[in-house]
């Protein structure tokens, strides 16, 4: 073989130090590229690793809320109906009618088609009834507070015209759609997910259980028909025929009744001004009292004037609505705002009488205290009073329940208590376990061998054994 020249070997040189630099460089870029790689493995691993931690986190509280709703779900599915109660729904809405006094004409179901795979129903009915605006009001308002869940979703109205007979209401065309549930038990097919230690845990949440149990409830509003307001959709130039429509007592003996009320809202006014303006406590306290029973009487004088209907003319009517029954609505609604310079001694002093109170039974006691310091608890942000302040309140509400508890018709007549498991108590001659819903609004708490304790609204009360 030919002896390469000088030139030859400096280029075979120079060729050979290229490819291995360039070989060099592509190894140096591929494993760069493989570590990226492995570095972006590595970041999504640790992703991953963090969201299941977070969700490994949230299992006990997790946990928790769905022992607490599995608990509570029978209580959540009473205010829906049952099959049995739809099926006679028809039954329901012509007893609403009757009671409000609208023409129902038809009721016609808008869903037929139903999945049992659910575990809602939705059931959806359209009404079609003739009434007065007062009356298709009331009939509205039975089914928002009736005791089980019916949604008024939608309605529509048709002004009526008036009649040759001027002294008749008129009588309004409506259309309005009626929306509730019904809970399917065997729905889905799914078998519920299985949680460690349950029983256990279960019995640790007791009082959690019961509290969101209490707090189930469907909100009620109490309609009060008409209030000497006018039906809208008439022409309010028609109204001078209200007086002929609505005869009832002779005009001098309405305004002797308004008169009469009126006269005791402005002393009722009177009395709680000079209470605010005193500062002598034991003044401002009988008072206070004062106003409190005249305003109790008022209340059921004036309520009987309007279930009766003894004020019918239209100008008098609005006068005894926005001057008493506006008026009197407002002393509970709105107490004065007004600081009465109630001290922090006297605030520890009424705190200290409700708690001795409560504890010895006194119930009356520390609800009649309360009363008197009533009006004066209306503390500015930031002022140290009102922390006192809500105390008391807390003791009145817890007080006012408590009388509450004591008028119910609970007659214990047995307990069984078991070192494991939930203890049993027989009340009016019925067995209930402990957490068990005795009625709407009361539960029965710990049971002991001479008491049992109960949850009622909230508050927790103890019974002894008969």
């Known amino acids: 073989m030919a002896q390469l020249s000088e030139k030859q ?5 120079l060729l050979s130090g290229a490819l291995v630099s360039g070989l060099s460089f592509g190894g140096v870029y591929y494993t760069k590229g493989m570590i990226q790689e492995e570095q972006e493995k590595i970041q999504s691993v640790d992703r991953q690793i963090k969201q299941a931690e977070a969700k490994k986190a ?9 022992i607490v709703l599995r608990e509570n779900l029978t209580e959540y599915v009473k205010i829906l109906p049952e099959a049995a109660e739809l099926t006679d729904f028809a039954r329901t809405v012509t007893s609403f009618a009757q009671s409000s006094g609208v023409a129902l004409s038809s009721m016609t179901p808008v869903n037929k088609a139903r999945s049992r795979r659910s575990a809602f129903s939705n059931f959806t009915y359209r009404l079609n009834f003739k009434g007065t605006l007062w009356q298709f009001m009331k009939f509205m308002n039975l089914f928002e507070s009736y005791k089980r869940f019916v949604k008024v979703t939608d309605f529509k109205l048709e002004a009526g ?3 040759k007979d001027q002294t008749q209401e008129i009588v309004h065309k409506f259309t309005m759609t009626v929306q509730t549930y019904v809970y399917n038990k065997t729905a889905g097919g799914k078998k519920a997910v299985q949680i460690p230690g349950y029983e256990k845990k279960k019995a640790r949440l007791r009082e959690k259980i019961l509290r969101e149990r209490a707090n189930i409830n469907i909100e009620k509003y109490a309609f009060k028909g008409a209030r000497s307001r006018r039906d809208i959709f008439v022409d309010p130039r028609s109204e001078k025929i209200l007086d002929e429509r609505l005869k009832g007592l002779p005009r ?9 009320l009126l006269s005791q809202v402005r002393e009722i006014q009177q009395l709680r001004k000079e209470a605010t303006d005193t500062k002598v406590i034991l003044i401002r306290y009988e008072l ?7 305003l109790e009487a008022t209340k059921k004088k004036a309520e009987e004037v309007r279930e009766k209907e003894l004020i019918s003319n239209q100008s008098l009517n609005y006068r005894f609505q926005r001057e008493v029954l506006d008026v009197l609505d407002s002393f509970d609604k709105t107490p004065q705002q007004r600081d009465t310079g109630i001290s922090m001694e006297t605030l520890t002093s009424v705190e200290r009488f409700m708690i001795d109170a409560l504890f010895d039974g006194r119930l009356e006691d520390a609800v009649d205290r309360f009363a008197d310091v009533q009006q004066g608890l209306a503390f500015r942000k930031g002022d140290p009073r009102r922390e006192k302040a809500e105390r008391i ?3 009145y509400r817890k007080a006012k329940i408590g009388m509450e508890f004591s008028r119910l018709p ?3 007549t047995g307990t069984i208590v078991l070192d494991r498991g939930l203890s049993t108590a027989i009340i009016n001659g019925k067995t209930y376990q402990e957490g068990d819903a005795v009625d709407e609004e009361l539960f029965l708490g710990q049971v002991g061998e001479e008491w049992c304790e109960f949850l009622y609204k909230g508050v ?6 008969r």
């Open 161 to 163: 015209k008036a009649g």
């Open 393 to 395: 309140r807390d003791l």
């Open 58 to 66: 949230r299992i006990p509280g997790d946990e928790e809320d769905v």
């Open 410 to 412: 609970l007659q214990i």
């Open 460 to 465: 927790t009360l103890r019974k002894k054994t």
């Open 288 to 294: 206070r009292r004062k106003a409190r029973k005249l």
């Open 9 to 13: 070997l400096i280029l075979v040189f």
């Open 252 to 260: 001098k003996e309405q305004e002797k009744i308004l008169a009469g």
